[in-house]
């Protein structure tokens, strides 16, 4: 699949790398691997008894053949580093450095501050996101976009194709979309795509989902952080997801024909949460919507049938049982 072009990144942690570049050495050959990376993702540790803190994962980066891109990595200088350029000419700043001649004198040559920056080395210190990022999604495993940024400004150019098959909520997708280079991502899972369909849409991007492989099941539903059950309650009906999460007015999605969708984690949702919907789709000058939930009471289910034979309204109450089916 990789064009003879082409570069692969496979990040990994301390359980399988050594096995996963055994592999990889395989597959791609030993002469085509270009770097093992270093992501050191964190300076503070607490004490473990068994061992030293664990505070990197590995990516492990091949080309496919001896032909392939690679742009340097700069990184901002450290103000230790800039201690050395001390001294200023006509070309700009620099240190003197002590060099050797071939026979043995000693001279100071001039080494010029790189307005790229520094050269980046192969340990990336790019730390994980802050539980108050704005970047974050709440998806469990999302990567920060600097990680991704360096990996596609380095091994691709704009309008080239990138490949994430793992691509979660859709980081690599999304820095790609920004820098210009067209994508492909696959995830096994429901509430990813949706997630990183709506993260892209917002880069006035108009990604499409072209197969649903499904691999949901109801405990794994149970689990699920609440925006993303939401997300895959609303995609189970081909429901568009309301953007509002919090002040949404009682709608969190809306079916193709624009009718309200609310979605509930209760087994036992009641006639309230029906009345107040009714008077949600009434407000919406609607005439049906859709609430999912694990559960309904017979009050909930009797309450919708009143709905639609005293008022026309028809309020469809969806398990997510029935959903996944
Ligand atoms: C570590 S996460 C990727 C996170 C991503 N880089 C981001 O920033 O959100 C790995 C992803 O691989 C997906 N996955 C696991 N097994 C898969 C498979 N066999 N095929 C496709 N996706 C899979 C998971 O659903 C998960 O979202």
């Known amino acids: 699949m990789l064009k003879p072009t ?32 270093i992501w050191h993702y964190g300076a503070r540790a607490t004490v473990r008894k068994s061992g030293l803190p664990r505070k990197h994962d590995t990516i492990l980066l091949y080309s496919k053949s001896s032909k392939y891109t690679f742009n340097p990595i700069y990184r901002p200088y450290k103000d230790t580093e800039m201690k050395r350029y001390n001294k200023r000419d006509e070309k ?18 001039k080494s010029y501050v790189n307005e790229k920056g520094a050269p980046e080395t192969d340990v990336w210190d ?19 976009e600097a990680l991704l940024e360096r990996i596609i400004k380095a091994s691709s150019k704009p309008g080239d194709l990138i490949l994430d098959p793992f691509c979660g909520c859709g980081t690599a997708l999304a820095v790609a979309q920004r820098l210009g280079r067209r994508w ?28 649903e492989v499904e691999l949901m099941t109801e405990a794994k539903l ?27 007015g009682g709608i969190d999605g809306w079916t193709i024909v624009g009718d309200p969708i609310q979605v509930k984690r209760s087994d036992r949702v009641g006639v309230k949460v029906v009345r107040e919907f009714q008077t949600v789709i009434q407000d919406d000058n609607r005439m049906g919507g859709i609430i999912i939930a694990f559960g309904f009471t017979s ?9 639609k034979s005293k008022y026309g309204i028809n309020i469809e109450l969806k398990t997510v049982k029935e959903l996944l089916q």
């Open 6 to 37: 082409g570069s692969i990144y496979v990040h990994l942690d301390w359980h399988a790398v050594h096995y996963v570049k055994v592999a990889m050495d395989e597959i791609f050959g030993y002469g085509n691997f270009r770097n093992e990376i």
């Open 222 to 248: 149970r689990d699920m952080k609440p925006a993303l059950f939401q997300a895959w309650a609303v995609k189970a009906v081909q429901g568009r997801m309301n953007r509002k999460l919090s002040a949404d």
């Open 126 to 144: 790019i730390p994980t996101m802050a539980s108050t990022s704005r970047e974050r999604l709440g998806y469990p495993t999302q990567k920060p």
């Open 184 to 211: 492909i991502g696959i995830d096994a899972e429901m509430p990813a795509c949706v997630v990183m369909q709506q993260r892209l849409d917002k880069l006035g991007s108009r990604p499409e989902i072209i197969d």
């Open 92 to 109: 700009g700043q620099y240190a003197l450095i002590k060099r050797k001649r071939r026979d043995g004198t000693v001279y100071y040559g």
């Open 299 to 307: 009050g909930a289910i009797k309450k919708a049938e009143d709905a």
